[in-house]
């Protein structure tokens, strides 16, 4: 299940979900200051920029893999 959500699909929902915790802290009564919203902005971006930067693509083809593909008969030949 979780290998179907792409990096983006992360991001997006990390970030909606801080916007999220961050509305319902203003609605609850929480004052929003220059200091507090500096914190807020890096607690929603650092960690996705970290994410995108380590996550690595698709894992690279192994050797089983290679030989099966090169040892499968080509339709072409029959």
């Known amino acids: 299940m979780w290998k179907?959500?792409?990096r983006t699909q992360w991001v997006g929902g990390w970030c909606a979900a801080v916007a999220v915790v961050a509305a319902a802290s203003v609605v609850g009564g929480v004052a929003m200051t220059v200091?507090?919203?500096e914190l807020?902005?890096?607690a929603c971006l650092a960690p996705p920029?970290?994410?995108l930067?380590?996550?690595r693509?698709?894992?690279p083809v192994t050797v089983a893999e290679l030989l099966h593909h090169v040892n499968r008969p080509s339709k072409?030949?029959?």
């Open 4 to 6: 179907s959500f792409s």
């Open 35 to 37: 200091n507090a919203a």
């Open 40 to 42: 807020w902005l890096v």
């Open 49 to 51: 920029a970290v994410m």
């Open 53 to 55: 930067l380590v996550w």
């Open 57 to 59: 693509g698709a894992p």
């Open 76 to 78: 072409e030949t029959r």
